[in-house]
């Protein structure tokens, strides 16, 4: 039984009529729209167009790691595996002795875990590169086995 | 599943271990005695059957009295395995999550931001190279095709020809 008074969808953009005939001819259609340059608005939020990691300092969060150009991210990532170890036992060694005093170590320890999630998503850009570099060389492979192919 | 994926995982997997292991240790602790002049929290049951009772008091690790009246003193006193086993295994599973972690920071294939940039340049470079030899080969294949295509036919109409003269 239908609802009398359900809320009606809004309709399809009107776009779809620009694209009737593409089928018999493709280039009666428009073309995809270019990509934007510089910040643009998408559902009501600002975006800018650039696609960076803001820095720990813009949260108002500690860096504990060096900073630099090169930051060689295995062994802060052990560093601070090995700091958040030492809190962990401190946050214990505290709520035995004087467990009043336990803000400060979980702060510390919510640093710690921030500051490696920073490194992890700093990551992220690498990881993207690197999957380029294997579309890249699976592309290679597959036109050359096509050339193969059509060879023989 | 993707390696910084993993690790991101394996840090949110201590971060749970670790608030359990507090969170659980806080639960199970039996009360504290503050002073003689109290009665005794773990076991407030004053009955002068228990010939074991000095042995539960003031012991919290304890092991549980024996078996006769251990029904009545199990109620009244709390499970003593929790106190000795179940910090040891929660400390071992968070050492484990830290050595998972130092391990798949180890397997993490790094390399420089310039020597990737590099090696796309180069891929794509030789993409191209390749990609044009592939057109090439494939418009030389095309040709081929119609001539063959053109000489079937032929080859046909003649046979249809010859039978026509029979």
């Known amino acids: 039984m239908a609802m009398a008074t359900s809320s009606s969808y809004p309709p399809p953009p009107p776009f779809y009529r620009l694209y009737k005939n593409f089928e018999q001819d493709p280039s009666s259609a428009p073309e995809p729209p270019p990509p934007i340059d510089g910040p643009f608005k998408a559902l009501g939020v600002d975006y800018t167009g650039d696609v960076v990691i803001p820095s720990l300092e813009s949260h108002n969060v500690r860096q504990l790691y060096p900073k630099g150009p090169n930051i060689d991210f295995k062994k802060e990532l052990r560093t601070l595996n090995r700091e958040l170890q030492l809190h962990i036992l401190e946050l214990a060694d505290i709520l035995v002795e004087r467990p009043s005093q336990y803000a400060r170590r979980v702060e510390d320890i919510t640093l710690i875990f921030k500051n490696l999630h920073h490194l992890l998503n700093s990551l992220r850009p690498h990881q993207a590169r690197a999957t380029l570099i294997h579309m890249l060389e699976s592309q290679i492979q597959h036109r050359k086995e096509a050339i193969e192919d059509i060879k023989q | ?166």
Request: charged content about 25%.
């Open chain 2, 1 to 166: 599943m993707d390696i910084i994926t993993q690790l991101q995982d394996q840090l949110d997997e201590m971060a749970m271990l670790a608030v359990n292991t507090f969170g659980t240790l806080q639960r199970d602790v039996p009360t504290d005695r503050l002073s003689n002049s109290y009665s005794d929290p773990l076991n407030s049951n004053p009955k002068p059957e228990d010939d074991s009772k000095p042995q539960v008091q003031g012991q919290p690790g304890a092991p549980p009295p024996p078996p006769p009246t251990a029904q009545v003193q199990a109620q009244a006193q709390p499970p003593a395995y929790n106190l000795s086993e179940q910090p040891k295994a929660m400390s071992h599973a968070l050492v484990l999550a830290a050595k998972k972690f130092d391990a798949l920071v180890a397997a993490l294939p790094l390399s420089s931001e310039e020597d990737q940039v590099k090696r796309i340049q180069e891929l794509q470079a030789e993409n191209e190279v390749v990609g044009l030899e592939l057109q090439k080969q494939l418009e030389a294949a095309e040709r081929e095709l119609k001539q063959v295509e053109v000489l079937f036919n032929e080859a046909t109409d003649n046979c249809i020809n010859f039978k026509k003269l029979d």
